[in-house]
């Protein structure tokens, strides 16, 4: 079968490799029908982390079951699902304590479509046949209503920007939020949707990315051209996406006294400089880590069954998957390749 692969910094194409088959009684075998690109994926193509070796892209699907294991309970043949895409087993401690990106069974950074970040290749989405282990845990079915291009980024970047914002507004409920995007371009997208589904008073969104602001200021939050020199404002939850030590900066600068500023960024490459002081004189909380896939899916699915949270709206270019190799590289805010 054909698997998008990259096999060196900027080149990318499809690879023969061998189908995968049913490994393991709770296995699954699924399509994928739409991926997306992920925000990490330009970086990883790029080479920004060492390519060791050619390795399968994609890693955000939504897909239909082809087979599954002996094991495998509540899913069935055709079943359209969302692939969480990070590799969680469901019932270790750190599953079941809701920490399923850093589940006991698996190293740290085991995630499809990633080789060069933890040196192990699951395999990529991007293909005509994934295997899924822990398949109870980590399919999380969906309804054949849904369009498969809204669910493309669900598994990663929808999530990810959902639990940026959605743990803090349900403590301050209704607060104002600031989004600061110095790099990133989906993730704070879905995390301005989710703060606006969930009834965030006002949405900021600073950037110094036109086309992402465009985006931001279609869904509804306040576009705000910066280059991160001075921060205007103070917002009681701020969410920093990106990569550079002046969006971090502003970030934590533009967040109230004892607020909150939650970090999504995965800052690649060393070292990067926090204003310990400051955060300790004003008692603002700074949080960073991955999203959870396994353990938010099942909180993030209902939202969008029910059309509160519109992914689709986020979505700035669809191709066709026999166009994968070309698109893959090129720009574009949330780039999603769908099979006929
Ligand atoms: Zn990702
Ligand atoms: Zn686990």
Same mark, same amino acid.
């Given at each position: 079968?054909?698997?998008?692969?990259?096999?060196?910094?900027?080149t990318v194409e499809?690879?023969?490799?061998?189908?995968?088959?049913?490994?393991?009684?709770?296995?699954?075998?699924?399509?994928?029908?739409?991926?997306?690109?992920?925000?990490?994926?330009?970086?990883?193509?790029?080479?920004?982390?060492?390519?060791?070796?050619?390795?399968?892209?994609? =890693?955000?699907?939504?897909?239909?079951?082809?087979?599954?294991?002996?094991?495998? =309970?509540?899913?069935?043949?055709?079943?359209?699902?969302? &692939?969480?895409?990070?590799?969680?087993?469901?019932?270790?401690?750190?599953?079941?304590?809701?920490?399923?990106?850093?589940?006991?069974?698996?190293?740290?950074?085991?995630?499809?479509?990633?080789?060069?970040?933890?040196?192990?290749?699951?395999?990529?989405?991007?293909?005509?046949?994934?295997? &899924?282990? =822990?398949?109870?845990?980590?399919?999380?079915?969906?309804s054949a209503k849904?369009?498969?291009?809204?669910?493309?980024?669900?598994?990663?970047?929808?999530?990810?920007?959902?639990?940026?914002?959605?743990?803090?507004?349900?403590?301050?409920?209704?607060?104002?939020?600031?989004?600061?995007?110095? !790099?990133?371009?989906?993730?704070?997208?879905?995390?301005?949707?989710?703060?606006?589904?969930?009834?965030?008073?006002?949405?900021?969104?600073?950037?110094?990315?036109?086309?992402?602001?465009?985006?931001?200021?279609?869904?509804?939050?306040?576009?705000?051209?910066?280059?991160?020199?001075?921060?205007?404002?103070?917002?009681?939850?701020? &969410?920093?996406?990106?990569?550079?030590?002046?969006?971090?900066?502003?970030?934590?600068?533009?967040?109230t006294p004892e607020?909150?500023?939650?970090?999504?960024?995965?800052?690649?490459?060393?070292?990067?400089?926090?204003?310990?002081?400051?955060?300790?004189?004003?008692?603002?909380?700074?949080?960073?880590?991955?999203?959870?896939?396994?353990?938010?899916?099942?909180?993030?699915?209902?939202?969008?069954?029910? !059309?509160?949270?519109?992914?689709?709206?986020?979505?700035?270019?669809? &191709?066709?998957?026999?166009?994968?190799?070309?698109?893959?590289?090129?720009?574009?805010?949330?780039?999603?390749?769908?099979?006929?």
């Open positions: 079968m054909k698997q998008l692969t990259c096999t060196g910094p900027g499809w690879r023969d490799v061998p189908e995968p088959r049913l490994a393991e009684d709770g296995d699954a075998l699924v399509r994928p029908l739409a991926v997306a690109r992920c925000d990490i994926d330009l970086p990883l193509t790029s080479g920004a982390f060492p390519i060791r070796e050619p390795f399968a892209l994609g =890693h955000e699907c939504g897909a239909e079951v082809v087979a599954i294991g002996d094991r495998v =309970h509540g899913l069935e043949i055709g079943q359209r699902v969302v &692939v969480a895409f990070q590799l969680s087993c469901g019932t270790c401690r750190s599953c079941v304590a809701g920490h399923s990106a850093n589940c006991d069974q698996y190293p740290v950074l085991s995630d499809f479509g990633m080789q060069p970040l933890s040196g192990i290749e699951y395999g990529g989405m991007l293909a005509d046949l994934v295997r &899924v282990p =822990h398949a109870q845990a980590m399919l999380a079915p969906v849904l369009d498969s291009v809204a669910l493309g980024s669900v598994s990663d970047n929808v999530l990810d920007g959902y639990r940026a914002v959605a743990p803090h507004l349900a403590v301050l409920p209704g607060s104002e939020v600031l989004i600061v995007t110095h !790099g990133l371009k989906s993730v704070p997208l879905y995390a301005a949707l989710a703060a606006i589904a969930l009834g965030a008073e006002r949405v900021d969104f600073a950037s110094n990315d036109d086309d992402v602001l465009a985006v931001a200021e279609r869904l509804g939050a306040r576009p705000i051209r910066t280059e991160f020199e001075k921060a205007e404002r103070r917002y009681p939850i701020v &969410v920093d996406a990106g990569l550079t030590s002046a969006g971090l900066k502003y970030a934590i600068r533009s967040t607020g909150i500023c939650q970090s999504v960024s995965f800052y690649p490459g060393g070292e990067m400089p926090l204003p310990l002081g400051r955060l300790y004189t004003l008692g603002i909380r700074f949080s960073i880590g991955r999203a959870h896939a396994v353990s938010l899916l099942p909180e993030v699915m209902p939202l969008i069954e029910a !059309g509160r949270l519109r992914p689709q709206d986020v979505t700035t270019r669809v &191709v066709d998957w026999d166009d994968a190799p070309r698109a893959f590289l090129e720009p574009a805010v949330k780039l999603i390749i769908r099979r006929d």
